[in-house]
T-cell receptor, first 114, second 116 residues
Framework: NAGVTQTPKFQVLKTGQSMTLQCAQD?????MYWYRQDPGMGLRLIYY???????DKGEVPNGYNVSRLNKREFSLRLESAAPSQTSVYFC?????????????FGDGTRLSIL | AQSVTQLDSHVSVSEGTPVLLRCNYS??????LFWYVQHPNKGLQLLLK??????LVKGINGFEAEFKKSETSFHLTKPSAHMSDAAEYFC??????????????FGSGTQLTVLP
């Protein structure tokens, strides 16, 4: 089925470890986004890529880096994981980076930092 | 500046009874507004959106929402709840529909429980 695929689905890390969360979409969308979801706080934007070759910071970028590898793939990297980064991470995509364009979400990566 | 408030963190209804999930927004302009649904261990799915056309917006699965500018509200309703409606619902606002999606503001969510 067409959509947004995130890997892995679950991950446990120790403080200080690094890892990369992968995201791929097969809908030929131009824009991609990384969010984190914490209880009672809705979703907060970490980074986004309005089009292939561009990336920009969102609301909570500290401690993260991103790479827009090609039109399909957008990865999120934690260089030195901290317990405060324990969260559920969602990748989303949309045809264009405009607010009236619906976003399509992956099923999330549940990340625990010990 | 913009903000969105979901007035109830949890709502419980019996199957077959009406659903009302409340959302108020704050925006200086004519906003775009959305409702998304999140089922357990899944990503968010768009239910419906308001972008300045009809004030009563119909979405998927029998849900609808009415934009009331005078009350700055965008409440989500459904006439008859189904067990499959049990999920978390997010109200989302952006003040300018031509703005980048990075300016979307998500509400904190309302967990809907449907009792048999």
């Amino acid at each position: 089925n067409a959509g947004v695929t995130q890997t892995p689905k679950f991950q446990v890390l120790k403080t200080g470890q690094s890892m990369t969360l992968q995201c791929a979409q097969d809908m030929n969308h131009n824009s991609m986004y990384w969010y984190r979801q914490d209880p009672g706080m809705g979703l907060r934007l970490i980074y986004y890529s309005a089009s292939e070759g561009t990336t920009d910071k969102g609301e909570v970028p500290n401690g993260y880096n991103v790479s827009r590898l090609n039109k399909r793939e957008f990865s999120l990297r934690l260089e030195s994981a901290a317990p405060s980064q324990t969260s559920v991470y969602f990748c989303a995509s949309s045809f264009r980076d405009r607010s009236n364009q619906p976003q399509h979400f992956g099923d999330g990566t549940r990340l625990s930092i010990l | 500046a913009q903000s969105v408030t979901q007035l109830d963190s949890h709502v419980s209804v019996s199957e077959g009874t009406p659903v009302l999930l409340r959302c108020n927004y704050s925006s200086s302009y004519s906003p775009s507004l959305f409702w998304y649904v999140q089922h357990p261990n899944k990503g968010l799915q768009l239910l419906l959106k308001y972008t300045s056309a009809a004030t009563l917006v119909k979405g998927i699965n029998g849900f609808e929402a009415e934009f009331k500018k005078s009350e700055t509200s965008f409440h989500l309703t459904k006439p008859s709840a189904h067990m499959s409606d049990a999920a978390e619902y997010f109200c989302v606002v952006i003040l300018d529909r031509e703005s980048s999606a990075r300016q979307l503001t998500f509400g904190s969510g309302t967990q809907l429980t449907v009792l048999p």
